[in-house]
């Protein structure tokens, strides 16, 4: 570290202060405490709150120190996190997030929507000999790519022009993202500091996210590849290094070549929704307690022994599905069960297949984002914690959610629209 650097890191980190004469000890006395009671109270009351902008410099300060530590350049840091500005529209976007505001049925529609399926058919053929070299190096298929490619940036139309350190900074800075937004920052300057990005390149979705595959920058550190081999990792416009790093990253995540994502099947009527989610077993048990695939078909020979988890994202009137491992692996793409399901139903949709074919109860009334907080808030003062109360229904919602049904004579699917929630909030 440079002599430059030291005082720097020095008054950043509290070690200005200079040296002080020993001062005489003075006895407190009735009057003197009520003088210092007076003074502190006037101190109190004028003591000038910081702004929003002056609170961000001070973060950005720390930040910088703290990476400076962990080597980095100061003259890169001086040029990425010290020019950030606080985005408000990321904060916004972060806070309306479709895959978890809007109903799954209106989510999905949208994902296999008649337009991504004819662009996405059009972009299968165009691009076959990518697709093809694609999936021989790395057994994930071309359809699934595609939904992804559609579905992340409408095939590279849509990549978005935020700037990514104004938004994770903005993140970092405060909210319920300040972890994420600092790993990422992190990674950005991995990312600049190796060559592999260019600070000009540094545009992409409010998250964070680059390229036509949208990689957020752990991810694009981690599992990008230079697939067309010209020596650049470019995600922006070379359709085999971004169609080639989304497949690189499902394969070393865990993806299985030849099994599903999902399958819709019907069950009894007196099936026991507390299975919901939390049970793992082969498509053997779950036939054993009357499950069955919803087209009507038996499964084929190699399917028994294959592990999957039962999902019914409308309760008990809508679909229920059969998910497996390729499903979580998609989770990594993004943790929100409706993305998954959007991909995979446009993946299914590319090649002439209906992936969900039981209606959804449309006419229900979901819930907004206050609403799934009041109901958390609720269940939880009931004695039903579901882990938080953020307005995101995730598993340990769930589980309230089905013990509080259990309790009262519902059936115990974990699906709350606004009928319900009016009964649990009482």
């Known amino acids: 570290m440079s002599a430059k650097i030291i005082p720097l890191l020095a008054c950043l980190l509290g070690s200005c202060a200079t040296a002080q004469t020993a001062q005489p000890q003075v006895t407190a006395t009735p009057q003197t405490e009520a003088k210092t009671e007076v003074m502190d109270s006037v101190v109190t009351a004028t003591a000038p709150v910081q702004s929003r902008?002056?609170?961000?410099?001070?973060?950005?300060?720390?930040f910088t120190a703290r990476a400076v530590l962990k080597g980095y350049s100061p003259e890169l840091l001086a040029r990425t996190v010290g020019r950030a500005k606080i985005n408000e529209r990321a904060i916004e976007r972060n806070d309306n997030q479709p895959e978890f505001t809007r109903p799954v049925w209106a989510y999905i529609e949208s994902a296999a929507s008649a337009d991504r399926i004819t662009r996405g058919r059009s972009e299968l053929s165009d691009h076959a000999d990518v697709f093809a070299e694609v999936e021989g190096r790395y057994s994930v298929p071309r359809h699934i790519l595609t939904a992804i490619?559609?579905?992340?940036?409408?095939?590279?139309?849509?990549?978005?022009?935020f700037d990514i350190v104004d938004s994770l900074s903005t993140f970092a800075f405060e909210g319920r993202r300040q972890r994420f937004g600092e790993q990422q920052l992190f990674a950005?300057?991995?990312?600049?500091?190796?060559?592999?990005?260019?600070?000009?390149?540094?545009?992409?979705?409010?998250?964070?996210?680059?390229?036509?595959?949208?990689?957020?920058?752990?991810t694009f550190r981690d599992y990008a590849v230079d697939f067309d081999?010209?020596?650049?990792?470019?995600?922006?416009?070379?359709?085999?290094?971004?169609?080639?790093?989304?497949?690189?990253?499902?394969?070393?995540?865990?993806?299985?070549a030849g099994e599903p994502v999902m399958a819709e099947v019907l069950v009894p009527d007196d099936f026991d929704y507390g299975q919901l989610e939390t049970?793992?077993?082969?498509?053997?048990?779950?036939?054993?307690?009357?499950?069955?695939?919803?087209?009507?078909?038996?499964?084929?020979?190699?399917?028994?022994?294959?592990?999957?988890?039962?999902?019914?994202?409308a309760g008990s009137k809508g679909p229920k599905l059969l998910v497996f491992k390729n499903f979580d692996v998609l989770k990594r793409y993004n943790n929100s069960t409706s993305y998954v399901m959007g991909i995979a139903s446009l993946g299914d949709?590319?090649?002439?297949?209906?992936?969900?074919?039981?209606?959804w109860p449309k006419d229900d009334k979901p819930l907004s984002l206050e609403d799934k907080k009041r109901l958390q808030a609720r269940l939880t003062e009931l004695g039903y914690s579901t882990?938080?109360?953020?307005?995101?229904?995730?598993?340990n919602s769930r589980k309230a959610i089905r013990a509080w049904q259990r309790d009262n004579g519902v059936v115990a699917d974990g699906y709350v629209e606004q009928t319900l929630l009016a009964r649990i909030l009482g």
Request: charged share 25%; proline share 4%.
């Open 349 to 359: 949709a590319l090649r002439g297949r209906s992936a969900i074919r039981t209606p």
């Open 188 to 218: 950005v300057l991995d990312l600049i500091s190796s060559g592999e990005v260019r600070e000009d390149q540094l545009r992409g979705a409010w998250a964070g996210a680059m390229g036509m595959t949208q990689f957020i920058p752990t």
């Open 387 to 395: 882990g938080g109360v953020d307005g995101q229904i995730g598993p």
């Open 279 to 313: 049970v793992s077993k082969t498509i053997n048990d779950w036939t054993a307690l009357g499950v069955r695939p919803a087209n009507g078909m038996r499964w084929g020979g190699n399917a028994g022994l294959l592990s999957a988890k039962l999902l019914a994202p």
């Open 149 to 161: 490619w559609g579905l992340e940036t409408s095939y590279g139309r849509i990549m978005g022009d």
């Open 53 to 62: 902008e002056q609170r961000f410099a001070d973060w950005k300060s720390d």
């Open 229 to 256: 081999g010209d020596g650049n990792k470019d995600l922006w416009t070379s359709e085999r290094d971004a169609l080639g790093s989304a497949a690189n990253y499902l394969s070393r995540s865990g993806w299985r």
